[in-house]
């Protein structure tokens, strides 16, 4: 096949990861695949509590299925959160986007060098695509959820860390799960906020 499944080498020395090659291919997806991955989406989105995008930018995700899943999760009243790569224009509408402060900045062209700075390109990117809200993973800074009004943030607390690997995809699927039961935004934040830090002390 043209798309193989990404495979990940990963280097580790006295328990800590040092390096990872990756062997993967972002080839745009055949028409019927994105059809496949798009209908499905859309007929699951009927039965789930929240909506996850979680981009890679190997192209699985294309704008069509992107733009229609939003559509659909708003028809419903889900929310829909993002794991963004590159454009933001591609999520315009989104609940939740959550970059880190290096996505953060390309996407918004400005420097995230500071407390201020990020929430000024947190909120240009809110007002351009009509995002409600930026949650900003900010390493060892913690995290800062920022919409139109309001700036929350959630400080990380010190630890050794062995593997950063799926730092970010805990963040995201703990949030989104906190959300999809209920749980209010800034205490969904600080599960994830404790679920990173659980994850990157381990191998």
């Known amino acids: 096949t043209h ?32 059809e496949d991955v798009r209908r499905t989406a859309l007929e699951a989105i009927v039965s789930c509590d929240a909506i996850v995008l979680s ?5 699985a995700l294309t704008d069509r299925s992107i733009k229609d899943i939003i559509t659909r999760a708003h028809q419903l009243s ?45 909120r240009k990117l809110l007002s351009e ?18 919409d139109s009004s309001t700036v929350e943030h959630v400080e990380v607390k010190s630890q050794e860390v062995f593997d950063v690997s799926g730092a970010g995809d805990t963040v995201v699927a703990t949030f989104s799960a906190a959300l999809a039961v209920g749980i209010n935004r800034l205490h969904a934040v600080s599960l994830a906020n404790l679920a990173a830090g659980i994850v990157v002390g381990k191998v």
């Open 78 to 122: 889900k929310p829909v959160i993002v794991d963004p790569k590159g454009d933001f224009s591609r999520y315009r509408g989104a609940t939740i986007v959550t970059p880190n402060c290096s996505e953060l900045s390309k996407a918004s062209g400005m420097l995230t060098n500071n407390e201020e700075s990020i929430i000024e390109a947190a």
């Open 55 to 59: 981009d890679y930018g190997k192209g």
């Open 129 to 146: 695509f009509d995002i409600k809200s930026i949650l900003v993973t900010r390493s060892q800074d913690g995290m800062s959820l920022i």
């Open 3 to 34: 798309r193989p499944s990404t495979i990940k080498t990963r280097f580790l020395a006295g328990g800590q990861q040092l390096l990872r090659a990756d062997k993967e291919t972002n080839e745009p997806l055949s028409s019927s695949s994105e």
